[in-house]
């Protein structure tokens, strides 16, 4: 068995999606490789973590300001989670989105924001889990919070009613916990929303070797990966739920795009899933990388519509509900 060896080359900026899509293709690498500090360095990861932050918070800020809708926070435990409902929607389901950003980023204010844009993007009230992350709260904290985050939930929401999303980082977070909410006989969701999931910690898909470099806003998380197991074993199954028993797993939607870093995490998943008998489709978007197109794209809306179909499917509108428009 050998690699295969591929001469350098160019990839164009193809014509074969929209021209808001190829505008997004067109700005090139949009995330630059990261040099990743020693796993024991913790106050190198917090810097780092700062860092990054600061350039996503200054980016996300102005825009949820225009988005109508009420928004309050609860404490769930050492928890907090944002609760966003659309102006105007008057429906018993809740989402609870679980946000992405490589399992160390995107916590607090862009938390807050993320959850905003996912509750306007599905008009449906939604729960943003803020869950702890590294360097200072590794695995399973991170895990821990999103599973206290689902039973609160609970308290309120019947299951049938309630719908688990995640992208990336949160794609992991959203199966894993559904995998553990099994195993600890709590009652599943209607329906599981799996965006570009970062399911295999251990990155032994195709893709991460055919699109790296290729997708225009991720590159290898390796380190990442390693610093949240904090020494568990990346194969473990709420470590990367792509490995586990998925009997029983509620229908799930899943994206992913042809750039897509994390392309074969997703089909690896779909297909696992269907192995295990479960309802679950699988959308590839042609050449969007990794998130799709920055929510620029008529392709990205079309993925929206696709996703609000399914929970529609799964988890039906109440009379009610309907008669507001939802």
């Not at 190198?44 to 990054?52: D, S, T």
């Not at 559904?178 to 898909?205: H, K, N, Q």
């Not at 197109?293 to 499917?313: C, K, Q, S, T, Y």
Request: charged share 20%; hydrophobic share 45%; net charge negative.
């Amino acid at each position: 068995m050998s690699d295969l060896e591929l001469p350098a080359r160019t990839i164009p900026v193809p014509t074969s999606v929209s021209p808001e899509a190829q505008a997004v293709l067109a700005m090139g690498l949009l995330s630059p490789p990261t040099e990743y500090p020693p796993i024991d360095d913790l106050e190198a990861w917090r810097a780092l973590v700062a860092a990054q932050d600061a350039v996503v918070n200054a980016v996300i800020a102005d825009m949820t300001g225009a988005v109508a809708a009420e928004r309050t926070q609860r404490e769930v435990g050492d928890t907090v989670v944002y609760v966003v409902t659309p102006e105007g929607v008057a429906d018993d389901r809740v989402v609870l989105d679980i946000h992405g950003g490589a399992l160390i980023l995107q916590g607090g204010p862009a938390c807050a924001a993320m959850t905003v844009m996912a509750a306007a993007r599905l008009g449906l009230p939604t729960w943003g889990v803020d869950y702890r992350m590294p360097p200072d709260h590794p695995y399973p904290t991170p895990l821990d919070d999103c599973v206290r985050a689902y039973r609160a939930l609970l308290e309120d929401v019947p299951p049938d009613r309630i719908v688990v999303a995640g992208g990336s980082a949160g794609g992991n977070l959203a199966a894993a916990l559904v995998v553990r909410a099994r195993d600890e006989g709590l009652p599943l969701p209607a329906a599981v929303v799996l965006a570009t999931p970062e399911v295999d910690l251990t990155e032994s898909g195709d893709s991460f070797a055919t699109n790296l470099g290729v997708d225009s806003i991720l590159g290898r998380l390796m380190p990442v990966n390693e610093l949240y197991a904090a020494g568990h074993d990346l194969a473990h199954p709420y470590l990367s739920p792509l490995f586990a028993d998925l009997t029983g797993f509620p229908p799930t939607i899943l994206t992913t795009g042809t750039r897509d870093l994390f392309l074969s995490n997703t089909v690896r998943m779909h297909r696992a899933l269907r192995r295990a008998d479960v309802e679950a489709e699988l959308h590839v978007l042609e050449a969007a990388p990794h998130g799709g197109f920055l929510g620029m794209a008529p392709e990205d809306a079309e993925i929206a519509a696709e996703v609000r179909r399914f929970i529609d499917n799964w988890s039906p509108p109440t009379t009610e509900a309907s008669a507001d428009g939802q």
